[in-house]
């Protein structure tokens, strides 16, 4: 059997692409590796996603909307989102979700790891590391393979050398750390990363700590080693888990018969990190774009256009926020200082929670400009 489509990879993007190609009636394979995986992931998405994808109330372990941004000299300042929150997902139960959801549409679930891929005729012959699945064979290609993407390896994409490597511990619920349980806690501190954050994130019976670095001269293991001592914490981890995390999109993630979602294209936003919004939207986008290409023969291309028009505007603006003030300690004062003013707030916030990039009026973007020079030169 021939299939249209081979999604590789079963995590939030490409379980969403699965899905969306089923429900239109493209024959649809989903080949994962590891269909128990735990994706190391602080499992924070915003309230736009949950409407979107529908959500079920179950897999939200916590509703957020306080944040508290801590500065290289203890600073910290409080944030309320009086429109929205932050969801708390656990990674393992929200992608089998997902990908329970794509089998329901009519998608194949295959368990194997995609060892190498081949042109063949007019589409692709797949072979897995799982003897017992024969070679699979598509007419196209959805690499969701995440920030390693064998598929983006094997089909020749252009490469993503920007990595940020992230670790993360998760720690039971004891007296002492309660108090982290309501509240999303962000570290903007050198000692805790050089180049990143480090965050605290409840979960329903623990606490999400990590932090992560782009800069290979420093020791990720101590630095998060640091930051459990700064939060004071005593008790031992009951699961560590890292990973990389692509911060920069692939100069292109299209081909004549193939695409890329999610990590393996490099949709992650620079500054926070955040990829689950974007794999699960670049994994719709995609898969629109493929259905369209199968029936109509419009080309791949869309897909990339249309991603870069909708949020090309929301890199750009993070990319350029974590060169200037990821710097240093006196950049992260700053920076931390700046977001005590409301209406910066009100504009995170907004932007964060439905990805939406709303113009400020100008006289709240002059108040910001100047705010943000007062405390550049003051260095807090
Ligand atoms: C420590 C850490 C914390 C993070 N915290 C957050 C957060 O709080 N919020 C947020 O939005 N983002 C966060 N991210 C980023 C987020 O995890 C990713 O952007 C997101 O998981 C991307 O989804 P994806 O489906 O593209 O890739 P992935 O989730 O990586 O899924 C890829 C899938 O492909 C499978 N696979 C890989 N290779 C093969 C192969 N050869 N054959 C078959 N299958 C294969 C894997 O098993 C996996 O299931 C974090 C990342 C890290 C590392």
New binding site residues.
């Given amino acids: 059997m021939r299939y249209d489509v081979a999604v590789?990879?079963?995590?939030?993007?490409?379980?969403v692409a699965a899905a969306v190609l089923a429900k239109a009636g493209i024959s649809t394979v989903l080949?994962?590796?590891?269909l128990d995986?735990v994706?190391?992931?602080?499992?924070?998405?915003p309230l736009g996603l949950i409407e979107e994808f529908q959500i079920p109330a179950e897999l939200i372990e916590k509703k957020l909307s306080r944040m508290r941004a801590r500065s290289p000299k203890g600073r910290i300042i409080e944030m309320h989102m009086p429109n929205g929150y932050v969801g708390m997902v656990r990674?393992e139960k929200f992608?089998r979700y997902l990908r329970s959801e794509a089998e329901r549409a009519g998608a194949v679930i295959v368990e194997?790891?995609?060892?190498s891929i081949s042109h063949s005729g007019d589409g692709f012959v797949i072979n897995?590391l799982n003897d017992k699945v024969a070679p699979l064979r598509a007419r196209k290609i959805i690499g969701?393979?995440?920030?390693?993407?064998?598929?983006a390896d094997e089909l020749h994409f252009p490469l993503n050398e920007l990595k940020v490597i992230?670790?993360?511990q998760r720690f039971k619920y004891t007296p002492a750390i309660q108090k982290f349980s309501d509240i999303v806690e962000i570290w903007f501190d050198g000692e805790v990363s050089p180049d990143f954050y480090g965050?605290i994130?409840p979960k329903a019976d623990h606490l999400a700590i990590?932090t992560?670095t782009e800069d290979k001269r420093h020791n990720l293991k101590a630095l998060q080693k640091r930051f459990i001592e700064k939060i004071g914490i005593t008790d031992a981890p009951y699961l560590d888990?890292?990973?990389?995390?692509p911060m920069k999109p692939r100069k292109s993630f299209t081909q004549e018969k193939a695409i890329l979602?999610?990590?393996?294209a490099g949709?992650?936003t620079p500054a926070n990190?955040?990829?689950?919004?974007?794999?699960m939207r670049s994994?719709k986008l995609g898969a629109q774009a493929m259905i369209e290409h199968i029936k109509n023969k419009t080309p791949l291309q869309n897909y990339e256009k249309e991603f870069r028009k909708l949020y090309a505007p929301i890199f750009f603006g993070l990319e350029v926020l974590q060169a200037a003030y990821y710097r240093n300690d006196r950049l992260r004062e700053s920076f931390v200082a700046i977001c005590a003013d409301d209406d910066v707030q009100q504009i995170t916030f907004d932007s964060y929670l439905y990805k939406k990039m709303v113009p400020a009026p100008w006289s709240t973007q002059m108040k910001i400009f100047s705010k943000n020079i007062y405390h550049l030169i003051k260095g807090c």
């Fill in positions: 590789i990879g079963g995590g939030p993007s490409g379980a080949i994962e590796r590891n995986n994706k190391p992931c602080g499992g924070a998405i990674r992608d194997g790891l995609v060892k897995t969701a393979d995440g920030a390693n993407s064998k598929t992230a670790m993360q965050w994130f990590g992560g888990e890292a990973a990389k995390i979602v999610g990590d393996a949709l992650v990190g955040e990829g689950i919004f974007f794999a994994g």
